[in-house]
C-alpha cells in the first residue's frame, strides 16, 4: 500500500519461471558433464563454451531475482527512485548476460557439429557460421554495451537530469533481434541435409526430431520476446514490461543450455535403462565400431598353397596369400553414437592386382 491509499499492481510469475527452468539448464549441464566424466574423462571446447552459457543464464537469473525486491513487476510508481535507477543499471547487466550466452550456446553447438563432420563439406561451411557467429555477437554486445555516451546514461537518463547521447533503443534492438534469429535458424538448420542421409532407426529419426523441436521453441521464444520487447517503448510502466520480457530471454538461453546438452543426456540415460534391464542394447549405445585394415603385401604371416615353391616365378607368387589384420576396439565418442559408421572400400590396382582397404 503506499502513501496514497492505492495497492500497487505486482507480477512476480516470472520468478518460479525462472527457477525451474534454470533448474533443468544447470541439472542438464551436470548430467553432460558427468557423463563425460564417466566415460571418455575429455572435454571438448563446445562443453567449456556450454559451461560459459550456463554461467551466464546463472547471472542473469540471479540479476533478476535481486532485483525483485528493489521494484521489479512492481508498478513504477510504486518503486523509489534510487530502485529505478537500480533496475535499469541490472537490466542493463542483464542483456550482455543474454546476449554473451546466445554466443556461447551458438558456439558449443558449432563446435558440436565440427566434432561430428571429421570430414567432408560439411566442415568450410561449419567453420564460416563460426566466424559469422562470433563477428555477429561481438556486433550486438558492442552496440548493446555502448548504445549511450557516457555508459552510465543508460540508467540514469529516466529522471532527465543527465546529459549524455544514446542511440534509439527499438532500432539497435530490431537489428540485433532479427540477425541472431537468423543465426539460430541457421545453425538448427545446418546439419540437417547431412542427418537426412544416414540411415537411422525410427527412435533415433524421433530423437532428432525432439531436438529439432526445442531448438524451434527457441527461436518462436525470440520472436514473442521481440513482440513484448516492441510494447516496452509505447508502455509507460517498465518496471513491470522489463519483468514480462525477462521470461522469454530466460527461456531462450536455458532451453537453449537444456538442447545443446540433449545428445549426452541420451547417451547417459541410455546407459542407465541397458543397465537395469528396461531397454536392450542396440535402443541405447551402439556397440562399439570395429576397425580393420586388409592389405597384400610381402611382410608378416605368410601361408602358402601345398605344393608350392619359392622359385620368384609369377605362378609362384600369385598363389601366395598375404594377410595382415590389425583391429582396433575403441569406446564410442559421441558422435560416433548418433553417425552410423558405413562400410567404404578403397580399391587400386597394381599389377594386375587388387588391393583392398576395407573400413568396416
Known amino acids: 500500500?503506499?502513501?496514497?491509499?492505492?495497492?500497487?499492481?505486482?507480477?512476480?510469475?516470472?520468478?518460479?519461471?525462472?527457477?525451474?527452468?534454470?533448474?533443468?539448464?544447470?541439472?542438464?549441464?551436470?548430467?553432460?558433464?558427468?557423463?563425460?566424466?564417466?566415460?571418455?574423462?575429455?572435454?571438448?571446447?563446445?562443453?567449456?563454451?556450454l559451461l560459459l552459457a550456463l554461467a551466464g543464464c546463472v547471472a542473469y537469473s540471479a540479476i533478476a531475482f535481486e532485483e525483485t525486491n528493489h521494484g521489479l513487476g512492481t508498478d513504477v510508481w510504486a518503486v523509489e527512485p534510487d530502485d529505478i535507477t537500480y533496475l535499469f543499471t541490472g537490466f542493463y547487466i542483464s542483456m550482455l548476460m543474454y546476449a554473451a550466452s546466445r554466443l556461447f550456446i551458438r558456439h558449443s553447438i558449432i563446435l558440436f557439429y565440427l566434432r561430428i563432420f571429421t570430414i567432408g563439406n560439411p566442415r568450410p561451411i561449419v567453420i564460416g557460421t563460426m566466424v559469422v557467429n562470433t563477428a555477429l555477437?561481438?556486433?550486438?554486445?558492442?552496440?548493446?554495451?555502448?548504445?549511450?555516451?557516457?555508459?552510465?546514461?543508460?540508467?540514469?537518463?529516466?529522471?532527465?537530469?543527465?546529459?549524455g547521447h544514446c542511440l534509439p533503443s527499438m532500432p539497435v534492438f530490431w537489428s540485433g533481434a532479427i540477425a541472431t534469429m537468423v543465426m539460430d535458424v541457421w545453425v538448427i538448420l545446418l546439419p540437417l541435409p547431412y542427418v537426412a542421409r544416414l540411415q537411422l532407426s525410427l527412435k533415433k529419426r524421433l530423437g532428432v526430431s525432439f531436438m529439432l523441436a526445442i531448438g524451434v521453441s527457441v527461436v518462436a521464444f525470440s520472436i514473442l520476446k521481440f513482440l513484448a520487447v516492441n510494447n516496452i517503448d509505447k508502455a509507460s510502466n517498465p518496471t513491470v514490461s522489463f519483468a514480462r520480457v525477462g521470461i522469454w530471454s530466460a527461456l531462450e538461453i536455458d532451453l537453449g543450455v537444456l538442447c545443446t546438452c540433449l545428445p549426452s543426456m541420451r547417451l547417459l540415460i541410455g546407459s542407465y535403462l541397458t543397465k537395469w534391464?528396461?531397454?536392450?542394447?542396440?535402443?541405447?549405445?551402439r556397440e562399439a565400431p570395429r576397425i580393420s585394415?586388409?592389405?597384400?603385401?610381402?611382410?608378416?604371416?605368410?601361408?602358402?598353397?601345398?605344393?608350392s615353391t619359392f622359385q620368384g616365378s609369377r605362378d609362384s607368387q600369385s598363389r601366395i596369400r598375404i594377410t595382415t589384420t590389425i583391429q582396433q576396439n575403441a569406446s564410442p565418442s559421441e558422435s560416433e553414437t548418433y553417425l552410423p559408421l558405413h562400410s567404404i572400400e578403397l580399391g587400386t590396382h597394381q599389377q594386375g592386382v587388387v588391393k583392398v582397404q576395407a573400413w568396416s
Request: hydrophobic share 45%; aromatic share 16%.
Open 293 to 307: 585394415f586388409r592389405n597384400n603385401h610381402s611382410s608378416s604371416r605368410t601361408r602358402a598353397t601345398p605344393g
Open 277 to 285: 534391464g528396461w531397454v536392450g542394447e542396440e535402443d541405447s549405445v
Open 1 to 49: 500500500m503506499t502513501s496514497c491509499g492505492v495497492a500497487p499492481y505486482v507480477d512476480h510469475t516470472y520468478i518460479p519461471v525462472l527457477a525451474v527452468f534454470l533448474a533443468l539448464a544447470v541439472a542438464a549441464v551436470f548430467l553432460r558433464f558427468f557423463n563425460k566424466f564417466k566415460t571418455t574423462r575429455k572435454y571438448g571446447w563446445d562443453d567449456w563454451f
Open 137 to 163: 555477437s561481438v556486433g550486438v554486445v558492442l552496440s548493446v554495451a555502448f548504445q549511450c555516451q557516457p555508459v552510465s546514461l543508460f540508467w540514469t537518463r529516466w529522471d532527465l537530469q543527465h546529459e
